[in-house]
């Protein structure tokens, strides 16, 4: 019995840190053509949303923060300058905190 506890335990722990793992930011070389027909540029930053991705291009570095619409935080970093992207973990709206500036994000 409590061999399988500690299984259960370890392979609960390996999950969440894949999960965790897995939803950060990731460097891209560019964004698909398909996330070009639907810019949205302001300030320094360049956003985008195709295939479940939200893409970002920034021209300086800055604190990135996306919350649910509920306020609950899902993802934030500090990046610099270039092509992010990030896999939204389902369909909703979010909002995205990039600086001061805050901006809607549907997918």
Do not use: C
Not at 85 to 100: D, E, V
């Amino acid at each position: 019995m409590k061999h399988r506890v500690f299984v259960s335990l370890l392979l609960l722990t390996a999950s969440a840190f894949a999960i965790s793992a897995a939803r950060n930011w990731e460097a891209t070389d560019r964004m698909p053509s398909q996330a070009l027909e639907q810019l949205t540029q302001a300030d320094d930053v360049t956003t985008a949303v195709a295939d479940g991705f939200l893409y970002l291009t920034l021209r300086q570095r800055a604190t990135v923060r996306l919350f649910t619409i509920l306020g609950q935080p899902v993802v934030q970093g500090t990046l610099s300058p270039g092509t992010y992207r990030f896999q939204l973990p389902s369909r909703g709206i979010y909002l995205l905190k990039i600086a001061s500036s805050t901006r809607r994000i549907t997918l």
